[in-house]
């Protein structure tokens, strides 16, 4: 059967899936690991409209994207503070925190435009304090 067969055939009500004792969950779950609302909509086998529907009508829903997105929000910047860090060519072994690499990851990810200011916080310190830490972290002068 084609895909388009699969697809006109389908149930689209999808109001009987939702769970109240395992959808925020799962919703969350899918958040946290650094994935955002599409995933959240493909794993739960909804339409964004449904997943808008579900946030309107379910409040504890909502509440758990909410803290999803935050947990999703969270990670990027811990997957940044590791692995954005880069070896210089010197023979001494440095290394640098690669400020214009993580502003460019957090502007796609959150949706900035090129013409928005972008803003880094990371746990209520600056991006110029988190870039020194991480650099000193790897250089092991911590």
Request: charged share 30%; proline share 4%.
């Amino acid at each position: 059967m084609l895909e388009e067969e699969k697809l006109a055939n389908k149930n689209w009500n999808r109001a009987s899936k939702y769970d109240p004792d395992s959808t925020p969950a799962r919703a969350y779950a899918i958040l946290a690991v650094g994935d955002g609302l599409p995933a959240v909509a493909k794993e739960l086998e909804i339409s964004r409209t449904t997943l808008s529907d579900w946030r309107s009508r379910y409040p504890d829903f909502d509440e758990a994207i909410e803290r999803g997105i935050s947990a999703s929000e969270a990670w990027w910047d811990r997957t940044a503070r590791e692995y954005l860090v880069t070896y210089s060519s010197k023979d001494d072994g440095s290394t640098r925190f690669d400020t214009r690499l993580f502003i460019f990851i957090k502007a796609c990810r959150y949706g900035a435009r090129e013409k928005d200011p972008i803003t880094i916080n990371i746990d209520g310190q600056d991006l110029a304090e988190v870039k020194k830490r991480v650099t000193a972290l790897h250089n092991n002068t911590i």
